[in-house]
C-alpha cells in the first residue's frame, strides 16, 4: 500500500491510497483456498476442485470481496500509520476506471479530532442547593396526583354541560357526507376544555345536555397525520348520554386505599420518595449546569464542522417538528429562522464539551462498565416490538457505532459524577421556587445556553425574547398520552421546546446515526386522532 497526503488544512485531512494488483489478488488466492472444501463440481471429487476452475467460476465475486477487503484494511492502516483519530467515519472513494487485475487508487478524506491537552480538573468550586423533602411539599405532590386523577360525578338530566364537565357522547363523523374509518365510535368521555380534540369540537358541546343531538362542524388541522383528511372539513353527529360534573377529591384513608395503599401515613410515604428524586434531580442538574459553563470557560479549541453540523442537523430537524405543532406554525419558523446562527453556536459548544468530557473520561479511567452496557441495550430493546427485541439487540452488539450512540449518555453522566467528587462544593439550602429560579435564570454575561451546557430550561437564546416562554421542565417522569380509538382526538399540545430540546447533553465525542430495529413499529390505527407529540 502506497499514501500520499494531499491535504493537510486545520482538522481536515485527504490521502491518496494506492492497493497494488498483486496485494488484491493474493487475497483472492487466500479466498479460493478458504472457500475449496466447500466447492462442489461435477467430475470431482469434494475439496478437490482446481484453484483455476474456482477462479473461473466465482472469480468477479471473489474479486470484488477482495477489493472491499483491501480497502478496509487499508484505511485501517492507514490510520494506524498516520495515527488518526477520526471524528466521523472517513469518506473513501475509489476512483473511476478500476478494472480487475489492475492497482486501486483510493481518496481518502476525513475531519480528525483536535489535539486537546488533557483538561485540568483542579480548582472546581460549585455550589450545591438543597431543598428538604418536607410535609408541605409531599402534600402538595399528594394534592398534584390527587388533580390529575380527576374523579366526576353524575349531574342532574337537565345540567347543561360547561367548560370543566365531563359529556359521554355517541358519535359518527362524516366528510362531504361520507363516513371515515374510525370516526365512529359510543361512550367516549370528553372533558370540554381539556385539549383533548381537534379545535373547536369540544366548544360546540358547551350547553349541551342529555339526550341532545348536536351537530358538530370541525377542521381537521392541516398536519393530521392521516393524508385524506388534512385540512378536511368534517361533521359529526353526536348524540349526549350523560353530563357529568367534577367530583372533589378528599384526601385520606380511603383515597390512599383507592390507589391500593395501606393508608394515607403509607401514601406520604411513597411521595416523599418521590420528591426527594426530583428535588436531587433538579440539585443535580443546576451543579453540572454550573460544571460545564467553567470547563467551557475555561477551553477554547476548534472542533470538526463534520461534527458540528450533524449536531445542528439534529437540533434543529427536532426544532422544526416542534414548530409544527405551534398554534401559527409559519411565525414560528420565521422566529426559528432568525435564530439559526445561535443554534449553530448551541452546536459548536455541545460537541467541544462532548470532546472535553470525553478527553476527561479516558485521561482518568471512567468507564461504562459490560453489565451496565448490557442493561442499556436491554433497556432500548423495551421500545421495540417484543418480536424485534432480539434483532435489536444483535444490531447493536454487532455495531460499534451504535453501540457508542446508546452509551455516550452513560458515560458522560459517569465523568460529570466523577468531577463532582473531585470538585470542591459548598451546600446551600434554598427553597424549590428558588432551586427552579436558578435553573431558569438567564445568563447576563452572554452565555448561549443549549446542547452541552446541560441546561434542561425552556428558553430562547438571551439576546432573543421568545414570543411564548414554554414551561420549565419538571424532573418528574411524565408518562406519554396513550392513543384512544376515538374521533378527532389529538395529543396534548406541546410548546416548540426552542432551547429546551436542545440542551440535554453534552453531543459524544463520536456519534452514530440512530440506531433502527429490523421492523418498524406499526402505527396505532385511530385515523381521526392527531399525532402523540414525541419526547
Known amino acids: 500500500m502506497k499514501t500520499v497526503e494531499t491535504l493537510n488544512e486545520g482538522l481536515k485531512r485527504e490521502f491518496r491510497v494506492t492497493i497494488t494488483a498483486k496485494d488484491i489478488d493474493a487475497r483472492v488466492d487466500d479466498e479460493v483456498k478458504n472457500i475449496a472444501p466447500t466447492v462442489r463440481m461435477p467430475g470431482f471429487r469434494p475439496g478437490k476442485v482446481p484453484p483455476n476452475l474456482i477462479r473461473k467460476m466465482h472469480g468477479a465475486a471473489l474479486s470484488a470481496d477482495a477489493l472491499n477487503k483491501a480497502i478496509d484494511q487499508s484505511v485501517r492502516d492507514l490510520m494506524a500509520k498516520e495515527k488518526l483519530r477520526p471524528a466521523l467515519q472517513p469518506a473513501v472513494t475509489l476512483a473511476d476506471g478500476y478494472e480487475t487485475g489492475k492497482d486501486a487508487e483510493l481518496t481518502v478524506a476525513l475531519e480528525v479530532l ?135 377529591s378528599k384526601i385520606d384513608d380511603e383515597f390512599a386505599k383507592s390507589l391500593g395503599l395501606e393508608s394515607l401515613d403509607k401514601l406520604k410515604e411513597l411521595m416523599k420518595d418521590q420528591v426527594e428524586q426530583e428535588l436531587n434531580g433538579l440539585t443535580r442538574t443546576y451543579m453540572k449546569r454550573k460544571l460545564l459553563d467553567q470547563l467551557a470557560a475555561a477551553h477554547d479549541f476548534d472542533v470538526p464542522p463534520t461534527m458540528v453540523e450533524a449536531e445542528f442537523g439534529q437540533i434543529w430537524q427536532q426544532l422544526e417538528q416542534e414548530v409544527e405543532r405551534e398554534d401559527d406554525p409559519a411565525a414560528a419558523k420565521a422566529e426559528l429562522e432568525s435564530d439559526r446562527d445561535d443554534y449553530h453556536a448551541i452546536a459548536v459548544r455541545r460537541v ?184
Open 114 to 248: 483536535p489535539d486537546i491537552e488533557t483538561p485540568s480538573i483542579d480548582g472546581l468550586k460549585l455550589e450545591r442547593l438543597t431543598v428538604p423533602a418536607d410535609d408541605k411539599a409531599v402534600m402538595a405532590k399528594i394534592e398534584e396526583f390527587a388533580a390529575q386523577m380527576k374523579r366526576f360525578e353524575e349531574a342532574p338530566k337537565t345540567k347543561k354541560a360547561a367548560t370543566g364537565d365531563q359529556v359521554i357522547i355517541d358519535f359518527a363523523g362524516s366528510v362531504d357526507g361520507v363516513a371515515f374509518d374510525g370516526g365512529t365510535g359510543e361512550d367516549m368521555a370528553v372533558e370540554i376544555g381539556s385539549g383533548q380534540l381537534i379545535p373547536g369540537f369540544e366548544d360546540q358541546l358547551i350547553g349541551a345536555k342529555v339526550g341532545d343531538e348536536k351537530t358538530v362542524k370541525v377542521t381537521f388541522p392541516d398536519e393530521y397525520p392521516v393524508e385524506n383528511l388534512k385540512g378536511a372539513k368534517a361533521e359529526f353527529a353526536v348524540t349526549v348520554k350523560e353530563v357529568k360534573v367534577p367530583a372533589a
Open 352 to 535: 467541544r464539551l462532548g470532546l472535553l468530557l470525553s478527553e476527561i473520561g479516558q485521561a482518568h479511567g471512567v468507564q461504562v462498565s459490560q453489565q451496565e452496557m448490557q442493561r442499556l441495550i436491554m433497556q432500548a430493546a423495551q421500545q421495540y416490538r417484543p418480536e424485534d427485541r432480539g434483532r435489536f439487540m444483535e444490531y447493536v452488539q454487532q455495531d460499534a457505532l451504535a453501540a457508542a450512540q446508546l452509551r455516550a449518555p452513560l458515560y458522560e453522566d459517569k465523568v460529570v459524577d466523577f468531577l463532582f467528587e473531585k470538585a470542591e462544593i459548598s451546600d446551600r439550602e434554598v427553597t424549590r421556587e428558588e432551586l427552579e429560579a436558578a435553573i431558569e435564570a438567564d445568563d447576563d454575561s452572554g452565555h448561549v445556553h443549549g446542547p452541552g451546557c446541560g441546561h434542561d430550561h425552556d428558553h430562547k437564546p438571551a439576546k432573543k425574547a421568545a414570543a411564548k416562554k414554554p414551561a420549565a421542565k419538571k424532573a418528574e417522569v411524565k408518562e406519554e398520552a396513550k392513543a384512544e380509538e376515538a374521533p378527532a382526538k389529538k395529543a396534548p399540545a406541546k410548546k416548540a421546546a426552542a432551547k429546551a430540546e436542545a440542551e440535554e447533553k453534552p453531543a459524544a465525542a463520536k456519534k452514530a446515526a440512530p440506531a433502527k430495529a429490523a421492523a418498524e413499529k406499526p402505527a396505532a390505527k385511530a385515523p381521526a386522532k392527531k399525532a402523540a407529540a414525541k419526547k
